[in-house]
């Protein structure tokens, strides 16, 4: 597993795609074996494949916050609103909903959804709260998302997609 992170970090993807599958034939359940081979699919651009091997820790119950936060970005680059819901979903039951990045997921969702009011709103509290915590790349974040997506931040514009 060492070989297919090595592989990961030189950006050799089909490499760490192999060396992550024959990991997994040796200990199939393990997370670190599923984490590469998703890093390595998404590397490749094969979106349906990382979401399989995140899918797969799910089955195996070895879940947790980055795996959701993972499977939502992969639906947000497949433009997948309904499988975007249920990993927020999800993503929600495994952290705590008050967290900078839980927030700015909300937001995202909503900005995909075209509730441009409501993801001003949330883009608001992520950048409240990620402030309060001293998350200063988070507050470059939710600034870019409230930008790029809602426009103006001072609600006197807005770009509508």
Not at 66 to 88: E, F, N, P, W
Request: with cysteine; glycine share 8%.
């Amino acid at each position: 597993m060492n070989l297919a992170n090595d592989y990961l970090q030189m950006g050799f993807f089909d490499e760490a795609v192999e060396e992550s599958t024959a990991a997994l034939r040796v200990a199939p359940h393990s997370a670190l074996g599923y984490v590469n081979l998703s890093f390595a699919y998404q590397g490749l651009n094969r979106c349906q494949d990382s979401r399989a091997a995140w899918e797969q820790l799910i089955l195996d119950g070895q879940d947790n916050e980055l795996t959701y936060s993972h499977l939502y970005v992969l639906a947000i680059a497949q433009g997948d609103q309904a499988a975007m819901q249920r990993y927020l979903e999800a993503w929600k039951k495994k952290s705590k909903a008050n967290t900078p990045s839980f927030q700015i997921g909300q937001a995202s969702v909503a900005v995909f959804s075209g509730k441009l009011r409501t993801a001003r709103e949330l883009t608001e509290v992520a950048r409240q709260s990620s402030e309060a915590v001293g998350l200063k790349q988070n507050v470059g974040l939710v600034m870019a998302l409230a930008r790029g997506s809602l426009g103006s931040t001072d609600g006197k514009s807005e770009t509508r997609w």
